[in-house]
């Protein structure tokens, strides 16, 4: 075995599966440096997943077989309906001034049971949907994806994943470069200072909670036109919470979030990687499903830096208040 | 009479009264919009629970469960603290009980005692690490006891493969008898539904929530620090150690329930493809209970008939059972975002503020 081929394709496999971490992590972003508190990106990237395989699906025989325009629209239907669908957690939590983490853990079981509810009646009683025909295929970046080592690495990624990469980039311009951003943030810091300086708290929230399921939705809608080509209830397993722990980790700024979704995604790499190497005989196929989730865990209790977090985070505005 | 109505048209009453309708509102639209019929739909729910002896027994095995769990999830909240992973601390009293029972030999009625007790300690000690984590690196328990959930899951599912599944199946052998938990006269007169020792255990941890809650210190500490943290620090109650207790009381109730569905129901555990989905309800109960015993148990009583009629629904009507996940998480939202339900109530209440006038 080329160690230099297995190291490739680590790296590979990692940003297939870091891709949807980044895009929810980043969604978690806005909303948490908004001051709401965003456990329902689980949910969020649930909807979106449902949406992009039935759109994908429905939108299959318009075009000729193996086109993958309908895997786009379904993914631009994902982006919308994540926006939808993350509208009752920023009424409950901005408007209605609701526990934030409650409203969240709600939206989340209402995307489990709809999503299949919806299912089931769309596709005749099943399940999940059937398996997509249209799905993103890698793109190979002329001449870079010849590069050795990093050619195959990093330049033959599915197209979502250049685009998670470049929303990191837009991410950190629109937050630290522009007025938006600052005012992104001061709502998310002190809303009552941001208030007094005529900016308007609830919209500025309500703005950050759509995009933030705009964007979780686009990495759910990635996990099912990519890895999985279809959609059940286990397509999003947990992913949605692993990108609330990489935006602990990443600090709440998008290039560290970056890095911690990368470093969430080598524990699902690390699955294939494990079959590769024959050790999948030793290893019980138990423990290698538990090692995301266990990661998750072992990071953030090795990982002591509590203050980071947006001061006003997960505590609603009342206009008025101090 | 009086005293009832007044009862009755408490807010604290008239809340969740409203979540719940608008719950059950929200799911008929569901279903409106999936080209059912609602009406018949919950009609033969109702059937399906109260129609005969044996149906009703299985909604009260459907029950049970919830009781624990939302006892957990409850305990946990007192504290301040959102106990999401009953559902992994439920699949660890499962794992332990069952191990008990399956692999030791020890005489009747000591036999189950000690499963259970082993399954509530393994439930305690799961919900026990979230707290810690808490407590001592500070990370919230949301994430982490989300992931002990899975964890949890994938671990039973590693220990029942390697020790407890027959090679080529799917399911642990059965519990021995002596481990058994089943109230047979019971059974026999409700037609051979399976209910168990579980249900008059979970009244029992009822009390017992009440009496540590509100009759012991370390109740008083829990309840204190769940209020306010600060003040508790300053009184001299450590928040820290609070916190793992909380988490520890709280997941021996979710691990009891796993230990009373194992040993009371199934008497195996099979290896699980998806979480059984008791914890999350338990989250539900405990809200729309308010966090009190009484509210619990009617909680659990909603909650568990609406999944066990769920199947009449299906069959009488077609709906997906799905369809009660949403009403349940429905429910959920709007007891999380009263200010909701309190906009819609406000001529009702407006009106009875004026006639008490």
């Given at each position: ?96 001034k609701a526990d934030q983490t409650v409203s969240g853990v709600a939206l989340n079981f209402l995307a489990a049971g709809l999503s299949v509810y919806l299912t089931k009646i769309l596709f005749h009683g099943a399940g999940q949907t059937t398996t997509l025909t249209s799905v993103f295929s890698k793109w190979h970046i002329p001449g870079l994806s010849e590069i050795p080592f990093f050619g195959h690495a990093i330049f033959e990624a599915y197209p979502t994943s250049y685009l998670a990469f470049i929303a990191v980039a837009i991410t950190w311009f629109l937050l630290f470069k522009t007025s938006y951003g600052l005012r992104l943030r001061s709502v998310g810091e002190h809303p009552r200072a941001a208030d007094t300086a005529g900016i308007n708290v609830f919209r500025v929230r309500y703005n950050a909670v759509m ?112 | ?357």
């Amino acid at each position: 075995m080329d160690w230099l081929v297995l190291g490739s394709n680590l790296i590979h496999d990692t940003i297939v599966f870091s891709t949807a971490l980044i895009f929810a992590a980043l969604g978690g972003l806005y909303s948490e440096r908004s001051g709401v508190v965003n456990i329902g990106l689980e949910g969020m990237m649930v909807i979106g997943a449902f949406t992009g395989a039935v759109c994908t699906f429905f939108m299959q025989p318009f075009f000729e077989p193996g086109s993958v325009i309908p895997a786009w629209i379904g993914f631009v239907a994902a982006i919308v309906a994540g926006a939808i669908f993350s509208l009752p957690h920023a009424v409950a939590s901005i408007t209605f001034k609701a526990d934030q983490t409650v409203s969240g853990v709600a939206l989340n079981f209402l995307a489990a049971g709809l999503s299949v509810y919806l299912t089931k009646i769309l596709f005749h009683g099943a399940g999940q949907t059937t398996t997509l025909t249209s799905v993103f295929s890698k793109w190979h970046i002329p001449g870079l994806s010849e590069i050795p080592f990093f050619g195959h690495a990093i330049f033959e990624a599915y197209p979502t994943s250049y685009l998670a990469f470049i929303a990191v980039a837009i991410t950190w311009f629109l937050l630290f470069k522009t007025s938006y951003g600052l005012r992104l943030r001061s709502v998310g810091e002190h809303p009552r200072a941001a208030d007094t300086a005529g900016i308007n708290v609830f919209r500025v929230r309500y703005n950050a909670v759509m995009i933030s399921g705009a964007l979780a939705a686009m990495g759910g809608a990635t996990i099912a036109l990519t890895t999985t080509s279809n959609f059940s209830h286990n397509t999003i397993s947990g992913q949605g919470y692993i990108a609330l722990a990489a935006l602990i980790f990443g600090k709440w700024r998008p290039v560290g979030v970056m890095w911690a979704a990368l470093f969430f995604g080598i524990g699902q790499a690390a699955k294939s990687l494990i079959q590769i190497l024959g050790l999948a005989e030793y290893v019980p196929t138990e423990l290698i499903y538990m090692l995301p989730y266990i990661l998750t865990v072992i990071v953030l209790a090795g990982f002591v830096g509590r203050t980071n977090a947006p001061a006003a985070s997960g505590k609603p505005y009342e206009t008025g208040s101090r | 009479m009086n005293r009832v109505i007044q009862v009755f048209t408490k807010e604290s009453f008239l809340v969740p009264l409203f979540a719940i309708i608008l719950g059950l509102v929200v799911g008929a639209l569901a279903m409106l919009a999936g080209g059912f019929n609602p009406l018949l739909a919950y009609e033969s729910l109702v059937v399906k629970v109260f129609g005969d002896l044996y149906n009703f027994g299985e909604a009260i095995r459907q029950i049970t469960p919830l009781i624990f769990t939302g006892l957990a999830v409850a305990f946990a909240f007192r504290t301040g603290l959102f106990n999401i992973g009953a559902e992994g601390q439920f699949i660890m009293g499962m794992l332990g009980a069952v191990y008990v029972g399956v692999a030791f030999d020890l005489p009747p009625i000591i036999h189950a005692v000690v499963a259970i007790i082993v399954g509530a300690l393994m439930g305690g000690i799961w919900a026990g690490i979230a707290g810690y984590l808490k407590a001592a690196r500070g990370v919230h328990e949301v994430i982490t006891s989300i992931m002990l959930n899975w964890i949890g899951m994938y671990f039973a599912n590693y220990i029942l493969n390697a020790f407890l599944v027959p090679k080529g199946q799917q399911r642990s052998e059965i519990v021995h008898d002596s481990a058994v938990i089943t109230l047979q006269a019971l059974s026999n007169f409700l037609g051979g539904a399976r209910v168990h020792w579980g249900t008059p255990l979970a009244l029992i941890c009822a009390v017992i929530f009440f009496i540590i809650l509100w009759k012991t210190k370390t109740g008083y500490e829990l309840r204190a620090v769940g209020l306010n943290p600060h003040a508790s620090e300053y009184a001299g109650m450590s928040v820290n150690r609070n916190i793992v207790k909380a988490m520890f009381i709280s997941g021996l109730f979710a691990g009891l329930g796993g230990a009373c569905e194992t040993l009371g129901v199934f008497h195996y555990l099979a290896v699980m493809s998806a979480m059984p989905g008791y914890g999350f309800d338990g989250i539900a109960v405990a809200l729309i209970g308010g966090n009190t015993p009484i509210g619990i148990v009617l909680g659990a009583f909603l909650f568990g008939a609406l999944s066990y009629g769920a199947a009449g629904m299906k069959f009488s009507a077609g709906v997906p059972i799905e369809l009660i996940r949403i009403v349940i998480s429905s429910v959920i939202f709007f007891v999380a975002a009263h200010g909701i339900v309190r906009y819609l109530l406000k001529p009702i209440l407006a009106k009875r503020k004026e006639e008490g006038r």
